[in-house]
């Protein structure tokens, strides 16, 4: 795979380090603070409504759904945004650039959102599209040029800045849910969208006006040799897929292949096998690659696998929680109704809360702190946990008795710690892990562990539907926190294969 080395992977730009400063940090920092602050506004506040908007009735403007059709769009729309972050990450590193990508992507998730606002089920198909394409473009790029404002021998200001950045990820996720969730749940589903919409707009325009802060990170200018043999491998791999698009709905249209939920299903349970086996396959095949490295890669698949079973538990949130929140808590109070989004907001305002705190453990313990892979193990039995305490308010909840809302919120904190066990951690080792020429596509696979665990967090609502709740959710339990304990023993070997890196 041909790639060259760009002026954001060259050590502590200077043009970035001068000049004015944010909390500390270079100016760049804030450019991409508000961007994927508005980013994940649009992701969260679409993420909140959007399968309350499937199953809706078609009088309330909704789809009218059931449930187990509404959790398979909705966790494939969730898992395919996070899998174009593969493609993503590959256009920047050999078309256009991590900047271009972004604004591109901003552009694309702007439109998606607004497509979404209008009616009619091909507006819906089109509108996700655009919001998946957009994503890819947008999400692994963003997080790659944070690790580029920094040296590799800046590992606690690269860790720092990538807490600084995780909190604007969150603020968004906060505010999403109570203004999109209020717009769609009081007044009408396609305003909650256009309110997405409009703030991803922001965000572009932020990005676009702060680019000069960036300096020289990001910029990208492939040789005409490599841009060329990479535009013809992305014009076979599109030419390849549109063929297969066209193949399987001339099948489908003409009777001899009906295209039914359950191959889609088995179709993409076999991409989630592929996709990986032939990133991994390419990166270890490369000679030009270390023994160090290609050990590092080691590391990055495992925590691919382990963000897979982690996201697929902790994004329930917005499948299984949200149809817990809305059939079975009261949400009576105070004389009024808790809208179901709100109980989305939880996670994001608990990490701002405690982001701080955590890092200030990890500073605080310094050498004595946990490794990264212990780190992991932790998130998964936390997470764990939280499906065990909410196993126990199903439960509770299966006579039909409605529960109190704190059983969700202590739920959301339980999860809200294992995630602060995990997602900085992983979102900062990756670009220390990953040879410099494979930052970003490293970052797909990252994502793309968030992608599996997005889908199978979809297909989790048809479970809900079929047996008991307090089973599903038990089972959980016995899985996240079976393989939590289980990295707990073996996670001296993995940090010995990290070659150093901390």
């Not at 009218?64 to 993503?88: H, K, N, R």
């Not at 050498?367 to 193990?377: E, G, L, T, Y």
């Amino acid at each position: 795979m041909a790639t060259v080395q760009t002026p954001s992977q060259s050590p502590s730009p200077p043009s970035v380090q001068q000049g004015a400063q944010f909390f500390g940090h270079p100016r760049g920092l804030s450019v991409l603070f508000f961007t994927e602050f508005w980013e994940r506004f649009s992701f969260y506040g679409l993420r909140a409504i959007l399968l309350l908007f499937l199953t809706a009735p078609a009088v309330a403007s909704g789809m009218e759904f059931d449930t187990t059709t509404a959790g398979f769009i909705y966790g494939v729309y969730t898992s395919m945004a996070y899998l174009a972050s593969v493609p993503g990450g590959w256009i920047a590193d050999n078309l256009i650039g991590q900047r271009k990508a972004i604004l591109y992507g901003g552009i694309l998730i702007s439109l998606g959102n607004l497509t979404l606002a209008l009616h009619g089920v091909q507006f819906m198909a089109l509108g996700l599209l655009l919001v998946i394409m957009g994503t890819g473009l947008l999400k692994p790029n963003v997080s790659a040029l944070v690790g580029g404002l920094y040296s590799q021998n800046e590992p606690a200001r690269r860790d720092a800045a990538f807490s600084i950045f995780y909190t604007g990820i969150n603020l968004g996720a906060f505010v999403a849910p109570l203004i999109v969730g209020s717009l769609g749940e009081k007044v009408n589903w396609h305003l909650g969208f256009l309110a997405s919409g409009i703030g991803m707009m922001l965000g572009v325009f932020w990005f676009r006006a702060g680019t000069k802060h960036l300096g020289d990170v990001g910029n990208f200018q492939a040789s005409p040799e490599n841009f060329a043999t990479a535009k013809r491998t992305l014009m076979i791999a599109a030419a390849g897929l549109l063929a297969v698009i066209g193949l399987v709905a001339a099948l489908h249209f003409s009777s001899v292949m009906t295209l039914t939920v359950g191959a889609v299903r088995s179709a993409l349970n076999v991409g989630y096998i592929v996709i990986p086996l032939a990133f991994f396959a390419v990166v270890f095949a490369d000679k030009s690659l270390s023994g160090v490295e290609k050990k590092r890669f080691i590391v990055i698949a495992i925590f691919f696998m382990l963000s897979a079973v982690f996201w697929g538990s902790f994004e329930q949130a917005g499948t299984t929680f949200t149809l817990f929140a809305r059939d079975s808590t009261n949400r009576e109070m105070f004389g009024m109704t808790i809208p179901v989004t709100y109980f989305q907001s939880l996670n994001a305002m608990f990490i701002v809360i405690f982001a701080s705190v955590f890092a200030f453990i990890w500073v605080k313990l310094g050498d004595r702190q946990p490794s990264s892979p212990m780190k992991f193990a932790i998130g998964l039995v936390l997470v764990g946990v939280g499906f065990w305490v909410l196993s126990v308010a199903a439960g509770i909840s299966a006579n039909g008795t409605k529960v109190t809302p704190f059983w969700l919120v202590s739920v959301y904190l339980i999860h809200t710690f294992g995630e602060l066990c995990i997602s900085p951690v992983g979102l900062s080792n990756i670009t220390k892990l990953a040879p410099m020429r494979y930052v970003s596509q490293a970052m797909g696979i990252w994502f793309l562990g968030a992608s599996l665990g997005n889908y199978m967090a979809g297909q989790a609502a048809g479970y809900i539907e079929h047996f008991p709740a307090s089973e599903v959710f038990f089972i959980v339990f016995c899985i996240a926190a079976g393989i939590g304990i289980f990295i707990m023993l073996v996670s001296k070997p993995i940090a010995k294969l990290m070659g150093g890196v901390k």
